[in-house]
């Protein structure tokens, strides 16, 4: 994008706003340090600011102080940390039992009792460490199911879900924050009818945000107005108890099923499902189109397309997100998060001289990816499994608010051609920048574990990135996790059309994270 007067560079100061009391009274209700006395320790907003910025700066081997004053500079300057951050950075003598993470995803809740309740337990220690935790349901056998070891018939997930549910109202109860929790359910599932009306129930399932995972098979059902099957994957059990003839598709359909290992399975790796019921697509979508209209959920999910951008697609398959639904994540996968302010990098707002600050922008955003990075090592998360994960990919998401009230300081009309470009302009800086600070940390101190591993070429990897055989490789060859993410991620692939030799130096030298940006 060819920069108008609007956007221009500009290294002269922006003007700033007073924060009004409404802001001031969140900062100190939420985020402020205070004792248990509930004495302020943090005596005002800048102090909040300074606690931050030195307990990632004590993070650094080296060049302490030098990297404290980069952070506060970049914190005063529009760098906003998520809240958890900015609530319990540096606080761990006031808060040893907290995390700086804001949210995270289970790990995959199997179609067990004994799981089903471990999988609860784990989520009440997330909750009580300040985080918020997205699950899938789906993987649960629908309701009237045969359950063979207790010879019963199950009440289906929904009624798992209330579990969940009076959990997270008792541990934020208890720690005086509201939990927050999102469900995912796959819109194959016999039971998805109850999950998108669940909420007509007054009172139920209120710590939830409810999720269809919509896939791509469903949307091309609703464009032919086709029918549209609703099953759940068979085990051998379950085969012996329904004696289903597999080759019947009215009783059996055979269909992808992420982690399908436990089911059966043909030769091309489909799973068998048993059929329990088939209705018009359509009817299904205009089911969801009304709840989401009258009562603004269950919210929509395209998770082949999720799965497709993944850079992490060789080694991850996403099945939920964290509770506000703006990061995919794996099982056990945590959401590190940050904002850029972008009001602040207007100067001479509202005349025809205003402009985009864009070299502090990439400063800003250059300074920020070194202070998130940090907050890997001071996570504070709950569990093994989920400080294992974010230590492994060291994934982040930095994104910008304010968009619109920008476009009004720099007398750009919302949703105009002009607007289009500046978004996308912004998009792409904060991009790139990330990247090439994400380069520079794994040349300084070591790119994400995952870049160094060895991965084994298979069938279902030559199938998802078939240009991988045109590059000559073949099943049983070993490929490095930072070739497999640089060359053959779909995103990357797109960040290579705007900057090719970046994306080839870490090809090479790998980064410091696999993930870095998120739009709430």
């Known amino acids: 994008m060819q920069p108008t007067s609007a956007l221009a560079e500009s290294s002269e100061q922006t003007t700033s706003i007073s924060m009004q009391d409404a802001s001031l009274d969140i900062w100190d209700k939420k985020y402020r340090l205070k004792d248990k ?42 760098a906003i940390p998520a809240g958890r951050i900015i609530s319990n950075a540096g606080a761990l003598a006031y808060k040893p039992a907290t995390s700086t993470i804001n949210c995270t995803v289970s790990g995959t809740i199997q179609d067990s009792m004994q799981d089903i309740l471990d999988k609860n337990v784990e989520a009440g220690l997330t909750l009580k460490a300040g985080c918020g935790i997205g699950y899938e349901f789906s993987t649960l056998r629908p309701k009237g199911a045969y359950v063979s070891g207790a010879g019963a018939l199950t009440s289906g997930p929904l009624s798992f879900m209330d579990i969940f549910d009076k959990m997270c109202f008792t541990v934020s109860s208890a720690g005086g924050r509201r939990g927050a929790q999102m469900a995912t359910f796959d819109v ?11 909420k007509r129930e007054d009172g139920r399932l209120r710590q939830f945000n409810l999720s269809l995972l919509i896939t791509d098979d469903f949307v091309k059902a609703v464009k032919a107005d086709g029918e549209w099957k609703l099953s759940f994957p068979l085990s051998e059990n379950d085969q012996e108890h329904n004696q289903l003839d597999l080759n019947d598709p009215n009783q059996v359909e055979w269909r992808y099923v992420p982690n399908g290992s436990d089911y059966i399975q043909n030769a091309e790796g489909l799973v068998a ?65 940050g904002s850029v302010n972008l009001t602040l990098f207007v100067e001479d707002a509202f005349t025809d001289q205003a402009r985009f600050n864009w070299d502090k922008y990439r400063r800003v955003v250059g300074t920020f990816t070194r202070m998130l990075d940090n907050v890997v090592e001071i996570n504070g998360l709950a569990l093994d499994d989920q400080r294992g994960e974010i ?52 040349k300084e101190k070591g790119g994400a574990p995952i870049m160094e591993e060895t991965f ?23 490929v490095s996790g930072k070739v497999l993410l640089a060359k053959y991620s779909r995103y990357m692939q797109k960040i290579a059309e705007e900057a090719p030799e970046l994306v080839e130096k870490i090809a090479k030298k790998g980064c410091r994270f696999t993930h870095h940006t998120s739009i709430a």
Not at 412 to 418: Q, R, T, W
């Open 188 to 198: 194959h599932h016999p039971d998805v009818l109850d999950f998108i009306r669940a």
């Open 273 to 337: 499902c048993k059929v329990y019921k088939t209705i018009r697509a359509q009817r299904l979508w205009d089911m969801i189109m009304a709840s989401t209209y009258d009562y603004a959920e269950p919210g929509f999910i395209l998770i082949d397309q999720v799965n497709t951008m993944n850079n992490n697609w060789f080694c991850e398959q996403i099945r939920a997100t964290n509770p506000c639904g703006e990061q995919p994540l794996p099982p056990y996968g945590s959401c590190l998060l």
């Open 37 to 78: 006395q509930g004495k302020a320790i943090d005596a005002e907003l800048d102090s909040t600011y300074q606690r931050v910025a030195k307990a990632l700066a004590d993070v650094e081997t080296d060049r302490k102080d030098h990297w404290y004053e980069q952070f506060l500079w970049a914190l005063r300057n529009g």
């Open 456 to 478: 084994i070429v298979d069938a279902n990897m030559l199938n998802m990135r078939p240009e991988m055989i045109d590059d000559g490789y073949d099943i049983g060859d070993e």
């Open 391 to 442: 230590e492994r990919k060291r994934r982040h998401g930095m994104g910008f608010l304010g968009l619109g009230s920008t476009l009004s300081l720099l007398g750009i009309p919302y949703g105009g051609a002009e607007s289009v470009a500046f978004t996308e302009e912004v998009s792409k800086v904060l991009a790139i920048t990330v990247l090439e600070v994400g380069l520079e940390l794994a």
